[in-house]
């Protein structure tokens, strides 16, 4: 072996330790903590703390393929409608931030969708979307109530538009690439309230700044 052949055998070494310590893609360690930190429920900020009120303010971002992919995903998402639903919250919809994740995930309540499910009257169901947002909203606005989890103690009538279109990630299909194809939906009423709610959350946007 001569010399050329050593350099390039010891680039090859630091290139394969390199691939072995590379942060994962994905959930960081942090969020992975959090997620399976939690019990039954997460908890939910509040602006009462300092803490929490910058979570709560700081703007959310996109979680990769390799995340969404993941069951850890899964079990976000499974934790973040237990907590909505927990009579010690009783929401109708709540956001990556109000659990301690800057991510881009809300789970809403659909009152739009039909409640019987397998011949029996159920509640309205909840679904989760990844990488969301707003992508139209009418020009028509309405004024109702609104309250928040992470807001205790307070409500004020809010301008919404009545029809919005979201965007968001398409995990119903499987997926031969890594790349998870996007998706939109009209919805309007109150349900539409929800999402301008729980996405305004993804931008550090909290309903009393619109009061």
């Known amino acids: 072996m001569n010399i050329k052949q050593s350099a390039a055998l010891a680039f090859l070494g630091l290139l394969a330790l390199a691939s072995c310590t590379r942060a994962p893609k994905g959930f960081t360690k942090d969020e992975l903590a959090l997620i399976h930190g939690a019990d ?10 300092p ?35 927990h009579p010690s919250q009783d ?13 881009r995930v809300v789970a809403v309540q659909r009152f739009d969708k039909d409640p019987i499910w397998n011949g029996r009257t159920t509640d309205h169901p909840f679904e989760v979307y990844p990488n969301i947002r707003i992508v139209w909203a009418a020009d028509s606005l309405a004024a109702g109530p609104e309250g928040c989890l992470s807001v205790p ?7 919404r538009s009545t029809e919005i279109v979201i965007e968001y990630a398409d995990l119903s299909g499987s997926f031969a690439s890594r790349e998870i194809p996007m998706v939109r939906d009209t919805v309007s009423g ?4 929800i999402f301008q709610h729980e996405i305004d959350h993804l931008d550090g946007i909290l309903y009393i700044d619109r009061l």
């Open 91 to 103: 929401g109708v919809g709540i956001a990556g931030p109000q659990v301690g994740l800057n991510r």
């Open 153 to 159: 103690d307070r409500r004020g009538d809010v301008l």
């Open 51 to 85: 803490a929490e009120c910058l979570v709560l303010r700081a703007p959310s971002s996109d979680l990769p393929a390799e995340a969404l992919q993941s069951a850890d995903y899964e079990e976000l998402a499974r934790l973040m409608v237990a907590t909505v639903t």
């Open 190 to 193: 109150f349900t539409a309230v």
């Open 40 to 49: 039954s429920i997460m908890h939910v900020l509040t602006i009462e703390d």
